[in-house]
């Protein structure tokens, strides 16, 4: 046993929680604290006052707080509390929130120490003990200062469209009271864990559950054979199994073999160590450019190792690179990427009467979760019902079910609550990475440095299933020449299956991979004309009416490349007046699903009796600010308050469009919900009646189309960065960001992404990596070592706000998730171009071990 002061209060916990977060959580239920990485105490997350000081709850051993007095957000005074909260929320200090409650902490025992002399270097320093995957830092150090000088500004709710005001929960998130999954613990809750994969590929040749099932504590033990229904999900292609059985073959260390489940979470996790396999190890095949050309299958029961290839030719491109004054051959290559969101995946099913099943999930796309949940079932879709739990960060990288099937299957089965939450070693094995891709770009331009010509290929190396591999290799053809004019282009991108970590979506989706790639092409020829990196873009941008890419005639949306471009014109040329390295890139990104897609997003609005207004909607709030924009598209189109309002994204109405992909929350989410409320005010606001808008976009086309002018996206964003290095140390130190939103919904939301995007890109470009080797297993196995900028590496960002309005969508908005590390990697190529006076070609820029490995790429 253990005793300690929580909150001001006597108690004492069961000595067998390996930390205090542990007993903090599962015996106390206090949630404030979250749980990130335990026990590896990387993220911060968990951060508690012990005596006062900022402690890691889950690096804490229990002997440590015998009499101590421990407090978490729960014991904070009301009146400081809403401080904190107020602040935060006010200076957008926060996106999907589940960093800030330990980030809280912290800053109070920095001000409770320094009050207004803590000083914003000090601060982020001491902040450099946190993650934050979204913010970029920037307004949490706005806060913080601000707390330091007891400046709480007065929170303003939003109001319509284009007006600022706090996040959609903000106050909540901010102190932890707003629970994530992984906080909801209902009556009788059973807990689960997985037994992966030892092997990236063997065949399974027994699976022995004899010494799992005698452990006590332990009410069951499923696997492959348990499965009542089909046993593959996935998003596009239904080629990702569940479980792999017995006479089945691994295809990557994700593989799940068993599900254990017990009464607690700590007795699952040992129970599945017990779980006994025996394997036939098998060669894994995880280099691409060797397996496309094997006629040997990587992956079990699929045939052939091309997930996809993309292809699209305009004009005469080895006659146009011949006559060109100036030519440029490079090879680029890009890294395996971890999200790095700061929740893991965690699922909860609970059984609701005899045949019924309500499952929470951070998912994004909930109604695919439930789908593939009853196809796994073998029952009918209307007995699952998917709750979203508005998640802890992802990026895309929640796109895919992780565990969702299995908790499902296992409450089920059961028929008690089951909940699974992955450990962050976990979660770093089983969903997708960004895309590897090695791009050949052959680019030619004329004495005046107008491009004539390119030639691209491309290989991306996507892991064993499909996830939306093809979709991001795609993405990355479409997106291969930027946003410049160019008659002559022939390009090829192919997708690969290896036994190598899964590959899918991750914000940029491909285009962040071939603008590095394109951008670097730029500079190359500026250097051999003769002009500055500007001034090669400023000649090359593409304009409205203007053929673009793969021959999209281009709206007047696209105003905005040339206006971002000029709005950063000031800032470069003043570096380089200065002396300063500086690099500048230009970026393209779609927003929408595109290439033909039939895209309907659906939404409704509901008038309760109590006075209140349900807005509901199809679409994963991951800390992007979807909620808050559906709810200030409701009261701009309602003329209702911000405080009416309840947002809700559940299964019980068909509203489901697919993932929370490809930046089209917003301009979906916008259009539908002003449907919605159209016609809910032509019939009077009734209550009690749903209100059923909708948005559609059906006017694209497929590459395959053969469409000599394709429209292969209805919508894009535009994005110039600045990249400034300080002359004597080459570090990053000042970045300047002119980002086409086509229409602010909330400015503060926005710049917040943006500021969170460039701490991303700069990752991209200088550090982040997430390596395998030979056998497919990942180098890197904990947050610290995929070399995430901390706080205090973060330079200053000038964000600029660009509004060139799309047309034909709503309100003029076009998205801001994806585009805002497109060009970041590109930038600071150039910057240390002209710090080092060396081309580089490959990413991270600065850190090598983070990179592909070479023998993988030959």
Not at 527 to 554: A, D, F, K, L
Request: net charge negative.
């Amino acid at each position: 046993m253990a005793n300690f002061q929580l909150n001001g209060t006597p108690v004492t916990v069961s000595g067998d929680h390996p930390h205090l977060l542990s007993a903090l959580r599962d015996e106390l239920g206090v949630i404030s604290p979250k749980d990130g990485c335990s026990p590896s105490g990387q993220c911060g997350c968990c951060t508690v006052l012990i005596g006062g000081k900022a402690r890691i709850a889950c690096q804490t051993d229990l002997a440590k707080v015998e009499d101590a007095e421990v407090v978490t957000l729960e014991g904070f005074e009301p009146t400081e509390l809403d401080r904190y909260a107020d602040t935060f929320s006010a200076h957008g200090a926060l996106q999907c929130g589940f960093c800030t409650p330990g980030i809280v902490v912290r800053a109070k025992a920095l001000i409770d120490r320094k009050g207004s002399e803590l000083t914003r270097d000090e601060a982020s320093r001491h902040l450099g003990a946190h993650l934050c995957r979204c913010t970029g830092y920037v307004k949490i150090l706005d806060a913080v200062e601000a707390l330091a000088h007891n400046e709480v500004p007065v929170v303003m709710q939003p109001g319509g469209v284009g007006s600022r005001g706090i996040k959609y929960e903000g106050r909540e998130l901010t102190v932890g009271s707003r629970g994530f999954v992984a906080d909801i613990t209902p009556d009788g809750c059973r807990h689960g864990a997985l037994k992966l994969s030892d092997h990236a590929r063997a065949d399974i040749v027994a699976i022995d559950t004899t010494a799992a099932e005698a452990v006590e504590g332990v009410i069951g033990v499923f696997t492959a054979s348990d499965i009542p229904g089909e046993r593959r999900v996935g998003l596009i292609h239904k080629d990702w199994p569940v479980m792999i059985p017995v006479g089945g073959r691994t295809s990557y260390l994700g593989d799940v073999v068993a599900v254990v489940v017990a009464a607690d979470r700590e007795t699952a996790r040992k129970a599945a160590v017990l779980v006994e396999v025996t394997y036939n190890p098998l060669e894994p095949m995880v280099d691409p450019v060797r397996v496309v050309h094997s006629d040997e299958n990587a992956v079990w029961e699929l045939d052939g190792n091309v997930l996809s290839t993309s292809t699209y030719s305009r004009g005469d491109t080895p006659e146009a690179l011949a006559g060109s004054a100036h030519r440029i051959d490079e090879t680029f290559q890009t890294q395996r990427i971890e999200h790095a969101f700061l929740e893991p995946e965690s699922t909860l099913a609970v059984p609701r009467g005899e045949d019924e099943l309500h499952v929470y999930t951070g998912g994004q796309g909930i109604w695919d979760d439930r789908n593939d949940i009853a196809r796994v079932l073998a029952v009918e879709p209307h007995q699952i019902t998917t709750e979203l739990v508005s998640n802890g960060g992802a990026f895309g990288g929640k796109e895919d079910m992780s565990n969702q099937a299995h908790t499902a299957l296992a409450a089920w089965l059961l028929r008690q609550p089951v909940k699974i939450t992955l450990s962050r070693e976990e979660s770093l094995l089983m969903h997708p990475k960004r895309h590897p891709i090695r791009m050949r770009y052959e680019a030619g331009c004329d004495s005046d440095g107008l491009l004539t010509g390119l030639r691209i290929r491309m290989i991306g190396d996507s892991g064993p299933y499909a996830s939306v591999g093809m979709k991001v290799l795609e993405r990355a053809a479409g997106h291969a020449t930027g946003p410049y004019l160019v008659d002559n282009v022939d390009v090829e991108s192919v997708a690969v299956r290896t036994n190598n970590s899964v590959c899918g979506a991750f914000r940029g989706f491909g285009a962040n991979q071939a603008q590095f790639a394109m951008e670097g092409i730029l500079d190359r020829l500026a250097e051999q004309v003769g002009i500055t990196g500007w001034e090669i873009r400023s000649r090359n941008v593409v304009m409205p009416g203007q053929v673009w890419g793969p021959g999209q005639i281009m709206d007047e949306g696209c105003a905005g490349a040339r206006q971002c471009l000029d709005a950063v014109k000031t800032a470069y040329d003043q570096a380089r007046a200065a002396g300063k390295p500086v690099g500048i890139g230009l970026g393209i990104k779609n927003s929408g699903l595109g290439n033909g897609f039939d895209e309907l997003a659906r939404a409704v609005v509901r008038f309760r009796e109590d006075g209140l207004v349900e807005v509901r909607h199809c679409w994963t709030e991951m800390g992007q600010g979807v909620h808050t924009v559906a709810l200030q598209v409701a009261v701009e189109e309602l003329g209702i308050e911000a405080e009416r309002i309840r947002v809700i994204v559940d299964s019980t109405r068909e509203l489901g469009a697919g993932q929370t992909t490809g930046s089209r929350g917003t301009l979906m989410v916008a259009g539908s919900v002003a449907d919605a409320s159209h016609q809910a005010m032509a019939d009077g606001c009734q209550i009690g009646v749903d209100y059923e808008g909708q948005y559609r976009v059906d006017w694209t086309n497929s590459l395959k189309d053969g469409v000599e002018n394709p429209i292969i996206h209805s919508t894009f964003g535009y994005a110039a960065q600045v990249v400034v290095l300080d002359p004597e140390t080459g570090e990053v130190e000042h970045v300047v960001a002119a980002h086409d939103v086509g229409r602010a919904v909330n400015p503060t939301l926005c710049e917040g992404q943006i500021e969170g995007a460039i701490h991303m890109g700069l990752g991209y470009a200088l550090s982040e990596g997430f390596p395998l080797d030979e056998t497919g297993r990942p180098i890197n196995s904990t947050l610290r070592s995929l070399d995430i900028i901390r706080p205090k590496d973060m330079p200053t960002v000038e964000v600029i706000l660009v509004e060139a309005p799309q047309p034909n969508s709503p309100y003029g908005v076009k998205g801001v998730g994806e585009i805002g590390l497109v060009p970041t990697s590109g930038a600071v190529a150039a910057a240390l171009r002209e710090h080092s006076g060396q081309w580089q070609n490959e990413l991270p820029l600065r850190n090598e071990s983070n990179r592909e490995r070479p023998t993988a790429w030959q």
